[in-house]
């Protein structure tokens, strides 16, 4: 079945510093590709996105290009801010009815 | 527009209870996901609901069913509770023509359950 890896958290980063959240998925073909945050006492919300090969998807700074020869889609900031603690989830489209399978989140700290 | 809502916010259950757990979409959404979310975990998809019918379903034990009323509003019911449910359920809409292409879920806040 497809599966989604993400690095472990937390991270803990000062604020201004670069950011990489590392994800690797396994599937079938060739699926979408999500980051969602999730702030404290919070549902989820979609970050960015990107649906082929080499498609890069961007929101508020953040960056994840879609790599099929690494299957991976990795998540990049420039500059991180306080504001931006939370954690992060990545998740593929799986075939059928748009549902998601997620991976298990990294924890992002950051500290001023 | 109030967003996904769920209700109630927290709740505590024994084992072998029963829980229902409620949703009501985004204005103009059709269809309605549940997922749980273990402690540490990313969520995992329980089940889909469209036109009042279950559309599709993830690898969870009968014990967990659901309903979606004409409003599209959604329960999720979890019978004999085990301690291994307690979990953040999460609720998710999004507008479903029935076709297979993506339509951005929305997400609610969860509702906690907890075991005892």
């Known amino acids: 079945g497809n599966s989604v890896t993400q690095m472990e958290g937390p991270v803990t980063l000062s604020e201004e510093a670069f950011l990489t959240i590392n994800c690797t998925y396994t599937?079938?073909?060739?699926?979408?590709l999500f980051w969602y945050v999730q702030y404290p006492g919070e549902g989820l919300q979609l970050l960015l996105k990107?649906?082929?090969?080499?498609d890069k998807g961007s929101n508020k700074g953040f960056e994840a290009t879609y790599r099929k020869e690494t299957t991976s889609f990795h998540l990049e900031k420039g500059s991180v801010q306080v504001s931006d603690s939370a954690v992060y989830f990545c998740?593929?489209?799986?075939?059928?009815?748009?549902?998601?399978?997620f991976g298990k989140g990294t924890m992002l700290l950051v500290s001023p | 527009d109030a967003g996904v809502t769920q209700s109630p916010t927290h709740l505590i259950k024994t084992r072998g209870q029963q829980v229902t757990l409620r949703c009501s979409p985004k204005?103009?959404?059709?269809?309605v996901s549940w997922y749980q979310q273990a402690l540490g975990q990313g969520p995992q998809f329980i089940f889909q609901?469209?036109?009042?019918?279950?559309?599709q379903r993830g690898n969870f034990p009968d014990r967990f069913s659901g309903h979606q009323f004409p409003n599209y509003s959604s329960e999720l019911n979890v019978n004999a509770l085990w301690l291994g449910d307690s979990a953040l359920y999460l609720c998710?809409?999004?507008?479903?023509?029935?076709?297979?292409?993506?339509?951005?879920?929305?997400f609610g806040p969860g509702t906690r359950l907890t075991v005892l």
């Open positions: 998740a593929l489209l799986n075939s059928g009815y748009s549902t998601l399978t």
């Open positions: 204005s103009g959404h059709d269809t």
């Open positions: 599937a079938t073909g060739y699926p979408s």
């Open positions: 609901y469209y036109e009042e019918e279950e559309r």
């Open positions: 990107a649906t082929k090969a080499d």
């Open positions: 998710a809409s999004s507008s479903g023509s029935g076709a297979r292409s993506y339509n951005e879920q929305f």
